[in-house]
Structures are given as structure tokens and as C-alpha cells.
């Protein structure tokens, strides 16, 4: 119970959990588990299915992708209140990016079978979670629409 | 005799206006007059009365110029032709700095210039000096060169008879009678003229002259010549109120169905009496040593008039054809207190596809209630030729194409500039390029210069000990008491970073002032952070706090990828007491605006630098301006809710 408490105050702390109402945030919390990283390590692959989606409490994860060539690309960097793995939420499931990180911290992560059988029998969480994920799907989107614009360039 | 004529009015016959020549040539004036030449009436040197354009006439519609014989022998029976004045007190060409580069030295040429006399200037034509007056004498920055040129000249008005189809001087209030302006005025009726002084210099003239005092009968004559013309330009344009009327349609249609006829030319600028900006070109010797800066006539219809080392803020001939008209009719009266405008209809005569700038005004601006105009501070001013030099103390590398050049030996008035300014820069031979000041030290300055062309590349590319010229502070700094009392944030995105870097220094100096300072600054790769090293100096600091971020990287970076405003979401102050500073690219300051006014932070306390070619630094060669502003003097800084919509809007 504890543990539960302590998950859904550092929820309640992220930019992405805050304005969840307070039956998701608990929902969310009782599926939760917490994920302590190193530098370095892999959370996610590329093109692999992708286990759990999480929300970053601290530390930092890259998002990379290969580039023949070029080696791995790192595209984005996933800060605290930040999520990663949002594929777990639609087929097929396949990570769309490398996720390692690059400076040790911790997730709250959330297993994808659990969290998808959770949705589908509870549609208020559904309706409560899915605009949030929008949301922060949406503001990656327009992010990387300024990176392809690339202003830095001459 | 005449005596003492100011005031009263005389009449010279027609058969005695050589003496009037004559006698403007005799104080070794030389006399400009209207001449027929090429098909045209043009203004050129005369030495007798024989070369006025007697018994000719013209007829002018849009994008059509004829002459012809007018069957009588009046003298003035023309308008205006492709010529103007300001060919004479503004010429076409020329230079402003001689650079020597052995001697290193940048000196400003003085030309001969000999005093002038103009005879037949119109009441549309004295008022365009007039104007071009108020732009090269009535601002900061005084035109020595013109106001030799035009101080000398004498000024023999002569009032229309009548009107061509493209005249409408009494719609923009300067004619067809003089006011002021003149040293004689002339009125052509059916023997002579109807002569009369307005000035002491122009008594003088006319106490050498054969007339006698008009009759009453004369001088009605020249009150209906006059009055006559006035009725053949018909009811006046409804001009009150056209310069917000003009800027409130910045998105109207009808500048992309005019720009589908507009050739881009230029002849509407070039014939234009009022029309004033410039480009500077530089003339080399083949081996370099002596090369020559002339200023020469420029048109902001010509397609590299707006452009910078990144694009074009002007590319469509749409953007041109706006910032024409906008300027001519609607911001030169915040720039110089009046219309650019006289009415004199060359802009439509010389069209080649007749486009006629009344049609389009009635078109694109209809009334509308006047706005406040904002208030503004200008700052000093020098002569565009007048660079001071400065040695070169020790050249960075930032990156692969840029590098901090710290100068020395300075002019005291640029250790007196303060973050945010500019200074235009050059080298003997190459064009001058506007470059911030990225640093104030107690003893010189850094600049802060990206590889783009050949100018920066020469910079670049200085060693210890070289030398440079140099002109400046230009331009406003940044308002950092703006931020007392307030969390001061600065977002810097790309070569954006070396006009807030001494804008940092400043923050630093003063820190106990301020909440807290933020500096967040995005890059396109990790290899291209400027200041890495200085950077990383800050970021190890606990009075302020920096956030880099990159566009992409390498698996090498432990840093953060992502765009500036994703920097934002780590921020947790009370934003509504945050003031921001930002450079960048436009669009990335727009996307950096929007996430700031999201998070709580007022509109009025954000402040942004702008970009745009510059040249003159003065505000008068015209190429950076943007709207009511001149970026090289009411900016680069501005404060956001002043420069409203024109930010972030294509074509400005």
C-alpha cells in the first residue's frame, strides 16, 4: 500500500499524470510498477513488441534509430514527467524507436497486456487516459515537425 | 526695376526668360532644366532658353508617355517627365568609402560638388525635396553630401497649367500650387509669366531680371491657369486615415492579383521623386589595395533586396509590390511624418503594364478608424561610409564555420554599446555585413561571425593582428531591467545564441536583481553549440540554470534531443513573473512564443531580436524594414506586442 501511495504521488508530480482524474491516477498506480535504470541500459528496441509503456520520474532516455550508415540516431530524449512506449496502446505493439538511457533514474511503468485488458474492461479509465496520450503523442508530433523543418540550418 | 520683391508679384515676358537663365548662370551656377530629349522632357544642364522644351507638349496615361507639338509657344505647357530632381541631390552613384588596404585605412570621399540652379520644378516636385529633405536631414543622421547638393541649389518653381490623366497632387495635398519651398516661383500665362519670390536669394535673382509689376489682369490669369488644372484632376482621392488603412489589410487578395501584372522593374521606384533606398557596391582594383563602397539607387522591387544568408524575407513579388505601397503610403508616416507620396503620377505613367496605384489603394484600403502609434527610442547615428578600425586580439572557433573574433583598439563608442546592438563590419573590397556584438569586455568586443558568404568568410578567416572596419553600436539592446524583480529567461536557438550572450553577462552581473536566470539554447547538432565551453562553465553554476538541447545526435550525446520548447516543461516558476528574451530563426521563436504565452507568461514581456538585411544601419537605405520598422534602428530588440502582426508573417 505503500508502494501505491508513493507511485501516485510521483504521478501526481509529472506533467503527463497531474491533471489525470484521480480514479485513473489510482487505476494507473495499482497496475504500476517502478523501474530503476543505469546509463546505458536498453529499455525498448526498435521493431521489437513493446513489453510496457512508461513515464519518467528522473534521469533521461535517449529515442534512437538506425541509420545504416550513420549508426543510431538519437531523435528525441525522453525527460522526467515524459513518457515512453506508447506503441503498447496500439497494434501491433512494435516499438517505433530504440529507448536507452543516458542518464540513470527511474519509470513508473505500466505492462502492456495488463494496461490494454485494463482499457478494455474500465472505458472511464479509457476515456480519462487515451486524450492524455493524445496529448502527449501530439505534442511529439509537432516537435519533431520543428526538427524536420530544421531552422538551424543556413 | 525690380526692388524688394518678396511678396509682390511681377511679370517677365516670354521673350525675356533668357535673362533668367542667364542670370541664374551667373553666380557660376549650373542651371537644370527641362529638356526635350530621347522623345522625352527630361531634365538636363541648359545654358540658354533655347533649350527649354517651347511649343512641346506630353501626354501621359497609365504605362503610356508621349510628347507632341503643342501648336503655341508657352514654355511650361508639360508636366512632369521620367526625370526627378532628386537625380541632382541624390545621385544615382555615389561613393561613401574609399578603403586603402595597406595603409588600412577607410576614408570618406568629398566630392566637387558646384552649386545648382533648378528651373521648372513643380508644386509636386518642391514638395518631394521637401520630403527627401526630412529623410536625409530631418532624422538622426544627417547626408552631408546631400545637404551640400541641395543647400546649393536654387529652387525656380513653376505652377501646372494643367494636369495630365495620371496627375493627383491636389489628392495627396501638394499641389498644383506652391507652397513654399521655392526660391522663385513662375507662373506661365499668355505673354510671359507671372514671376514672384520666396526667398532673399530668390529677390536677389529677380532684381537682375527686365520685369515690371503684373497687372491684376495677369495675375488672374494665373490664379484660373492654376485653378484650371485643379478641376482637370478632378474630386480628390480620399487619402485620410490611408496609412492604417493600408496596414490593416496586410492579408488583402488584391496584393497577389497586382503582383501577377507587376514586372518587378523597378520604374515606379526609380522615377519616383520621393523614393530613396540604396545598395552599397563595392569597386575593387584588381590587386585589391584601393577599393571604393558606392552607395548606389536600390528597389525594393528587386529580388535580393531582402534577401540574408538564410533566404529571402521578401521572395514573392506579392511581398515586394506590399512593402511598396505600404510604405510609401502607410509607414513613412511613422518614419518621417508624412505620405512618401506627391502625387506627380510618374509611378503610373512609367508602368509598363499600367498599373495604377490609386486603382489599388481604393481597392485594397477601404476607411477605417485610426490606431494609436507606438512610441519609440532612437538611437544615435553614424555616416554609412564612417568605419572606424579595430584589430583583431584573438580569433575562437566555435564551430566548423563560425568563430568569436575578439576586437581591440576599439572606437570608445562601441565599448559604450550595450547587448543586443550590432555593428556593421568590412574588410577592404567586401561589402559591409551586420554582425552583433556578442561580448562587452572593459578593453573591446567579441563578434560572433557564421561563415555564409564571402564577407563572413573573409572575417572568419582573420588572424591575430588583423585589422577590420568596423561601425557601430547600431540598433537597440535589450531592456534587462525589464526582468528586475522577475525570473529573466533566455531562449537562444542557433546562431541566435552570440546577441544574448553579453545580454547573459550583463543578467550575471546584476544576478541579485532577478527571481531567478534561465538560459535555454538549442542547436541543430551537439558540434554546432556555440560557446560549448562557456556552457559548460554556466551549467556548473547554481546562480543560473542552462538547458541545451539539440535537433539530433549522435548515440556520443548524453544530452538532450528535442526542439527548444520541449526545454520549457522542466520550468517549474511562476511564469506569469518571468520575463523572456529569444533569438532564433523566425519560426522558432514563434513556436518558443506560443509555449511561453501557454505557460502564463505576458505578452509584454517577451522580447525578441529580428533579422533582415541590413546595409546603411540608419534606417534610410531601406532594405531591413519590416512594416512601421527598420529593424537596423527600432530593433533588432523589440519588445513583442509592438511589432503585433507582423511577426512570423511571410513577406514582411
Redesign the interface.
Known amino acids: 500500500m505503500d508502494e501505491h501511495r508513493a507511485v501516485l504521488s510521483m504521478l501526481n508530480e509529472t506533467?503527463f499524470g497531474a491533471e489525470l482524474a484521480a480514479e485513473t491516477q489510482a487505476r494507473l498506480a495499482s497496475l504500476a510498477s517502478m523501474l530503476d535504470f543505469e546509463?546505458g541500459t536498453e529499455i525498448l528496441r526498435e521493431g521489437d513488441e513493446t513489453t510496457e509503456m512508461g513515464i519518467v520520474i528522473s534521469g533521461?532516455l535517449?529515442?534512437?534509430m538506425l541509420v545504416p550508415g550513420?549508426?543510431?540516431?538519437?531523435?528525441?530524449?525522453v525527460?522526467?514527467?515524459?513518457i515512453f512506449g506508447w506503441s503498447v496502446l496500439t497494434a501491433p505493439y512494435r516499438a517505433s524507436s530504440t529507448v536507452?538511457a543516458?542518464?540513470a533514474g527511474r519509470a513508473i511503468v505500466l505492462a502492456g497486456p495488463a494496461l490494454r485488458a485494463a482499457l478494455r474492461a474500465d472505458h472511464a479509465l479509457a476515456a480519462s487516459l487515451y486524450p492524455r496520450m493524445l496529448q502527449a503523442v501530439g505534442?511529439r508530433l509537432t516537435?519533431t515537425r520543428?526538427?524536420l523543418?530544421?531552422?538551424?540550418?543556413? | 526695376m525690380v526692388t524688394s520683391s518678396l511678396g509682390t508679384q511681377w511679370f517677365l515676358a516670354r521673350s525675356d526668360l533668357d535673362s533668367l537663365v542667364q542670370a541664374l548662370r551667373a553666380d557660376d551656377r549650373r542651371v537644370i532644366g527641362p529638356t526635350l530629349a530621347d522623345g522625352a522632357i527630361v531634365y538636363d544642364e541648359i545654358t540658354t532658353a533655347g533649350e527649354l522644351p517651347a511649343g512641346w507638349t506630353d501626354e501621359q496615361a497609365p504605362g503610356r508617355y508621349r510628347v507632341r507639338p503643342s501648336g503655341d509657344d508657352h514654355v511650361f505647357d508639360y508636366t512632369v517627365g521620367p526625370t526627378s530632381w532628386k537625380r541632382f541631390t541624390f545621385p544615382p552613384l555615389l561613393p561613401i568609402t574609399v578603403a586603402d588596404r595597406e595603409g588600412f585605412t577607410f576614408a570618406q570621399p568629398v566630392p566637387e560638388i558646384p552649386p545648382l540652379a533648378f528651373l521648372g520644378v513643380r508644386a509636386c516636385e518642391v514638395a518631394a525635396l521637401g520630403i527627401q529633405d526630412q529623410v536625409f536631414l530631418g532624422g538622426p543622421f544627417t547626408d552631408e553630401d546631400y545637404r551640400t547638393r541641395r543647400g546649393g541649389a536654387l529652387v525656380v518653381a513653376v505652377q501646372c497649367t494643367r494636369a495630365n490623366a495620371t496627375c493627383f497632387c491636389s489628392s495627396m495635398g501638394t499641389g498644383p500650387e506652391v507652397h513654399g519651398g521655392h526660391d522663385l516661383l513662375l507662373t506661365e500665362v499668355a505673354e510671359g509669366f507671372v514671376v514672384e519670390a520666396g526667398s532673399a536669394r530668390g529677390s536677389a535673382v529677380l532684381e537682375r531680371l527686365p520685369a515690371r509689376q503684373a497687372t491684376h489682369a495677369e495675375m488672374g490669369a494665373a490664379v484660373d491657369g492654376v485653378d484650371a488644372c485643379r478641376s482637370q484632376m478632378g474630386e480628390p482621392l480620399p487619402m485620410v486615415g490611408i496609412q492604417e488603412r493600408l496596414l490593416a489589410q496586410l492579408d488583402h487578395p488584391r496584393w497577389a492579383e497586382v503582383a501577377e501584372r507587376c514586372l518587378e522593374c523597378g520604374n515606379c521606384t526609380m522615377s519616383c521623386p520621393t523614393c530613396f533606398c540604396t545598395a552599397t557596391v563595392e569597386r575593387s582594383d584588381l590587386d585589391g589595395t584601393r577599393s571604393t563602397s558606392e552607395r548606389i539607387w536600390d528597389s525594393c522591387f528587386d529580388a535580393g533586396f531582402a534577401r540574408v544568408a538564410g533566404g529571402d524575407f521578401r521572395s514573392r513579388s506579392r511581398d515586394r509590390y506590399r512593402q511598396w505601397l505600404t510604405h510609401k503610403f502607410g509607414t513613412w508616416w511613422r518614419q518621417f511624418g508624412s505620405s512618401g507620396c506627391v502625387g506627380c503620377g510618374r509611378c503610373i505613367t512609367w508602368c509598363p503594364v499600367e498599373i495604377d496605384v490609386r486603382e489599388e489603394l481604393a481597392a485594397i484600403a477601404p476607411p477605417l478608424p485610426p490606431a494609436p502609434e507606438p512610441v519609440h527610442v532612437r538611437p544615435a547615428a553614424a555616416a554609412p561610409g564612417a568605419y572606424s578600425v579595430a584589430r583583431v586580439e584573438a580569433v575562437h572557433f566555435e564551430t566548423a564555420d563560425t568563430a568569436t573574433l575578439s576586437l581591440t583598439e576599439l572606437d570608445p563608442a562601441l565599448l559604450a554599446g550595450r547587448p543586443g546592438q550590432f555593428a556593421m563590419v568590412t574588410l577592404p573590397a567586401f561589402s559591409a555585413v551586420p554582425i552583433s556584438i556578442s561580448r562587452f569586455r572593459p578593453d573591446g568586443i567579441d563578434l560572433t561571425i557564421r561563415a555564409v558568404g564571402p564577407t563572413t568568410t573573409a572575417l572568419v578567416n582573420l588572424n591575430h593582428g588583423a585589422r577590420i572596419g568596423i561601425r557601430g553600436p547600431l540598433g537597440t539592446s535589450w531592456p534587462i531591467e525589464q526582468a528586475y524583480g522577475r525570473h529573466a529567461v533566455v531562449v537562444a536557438g542557433g546562431v541566435g545564441l552570440p546577441p544574448l550572450r553579453g545580454l547573459v553577462d550583463q543578467l550575471l552581473a546584476e544576478r541579485s536583481r532577478f527571481s531567478s536566470v534561465m538560459l535555454f539554447y538549442g542547436a541543430r547538432t551537439p558540434a554546432d553549440l556555440l560557446f560549448a565551453d562557456e556552457l559548460k562553465a554556466l551549467g556548473e553554476r547554481d546562480d543560473i540554470s542552462v538547458a541545451l538541447t539539440v535537433d539530433r545526435a549522435g548515440p556520443e550525446w548524453p544530452g538532450r534531443v528535442g526542439v527548444v520548447t520541449t526545454l520549457f516543461d522542466q520550468v517549474s516558476c511562476d511564469c506569469a513573473r518571468m520575463t523572456a528574451f529569444v533569438v532564433g530563426p523566425e519560426r522558432m521563436m514563434q513556436a518558443t512564443i506560443q509555449t511561453l504565452i501557454g505557460r502564463g507568461v505576458a505578452r509584454d514581456r517577451i522580447f525578441v531580436s529580428m533579422e533582415r538585411h541590413m546595409e546603411c544601419g540608419i534606417g534610410l537605405c531601406g532594405h531591413c524594414q519590416m512594416g512601421r520598422f527598420f529593424i537596423c534602428k527600432d530593433g533588432p530588440v523589440f519588445r513583442l506586442t509592438e511589432i503585433g502582426d507582423t511577426f512570423n508573417r511571410e513577406g514582411i
Do not use: K
Not at chain 1, 550513420?70 to 530524449?77: A, H, K, N, Q, W
Not at chain 1, 523543418?149 to 543556413?154: E, G, H, K, M, S
Open positions: 506533467w546509463a533521461r535517449a529515442l534512437r550513420r549508426g543510431m540516431v538519437t531523435i528525441l530524449s525527460e522526467p514527467g515524459d536507452v543516458t542518464e505534442r516537435a520543428m526538427q523543418l530544421d531552422l538551424f540550418a543556413r
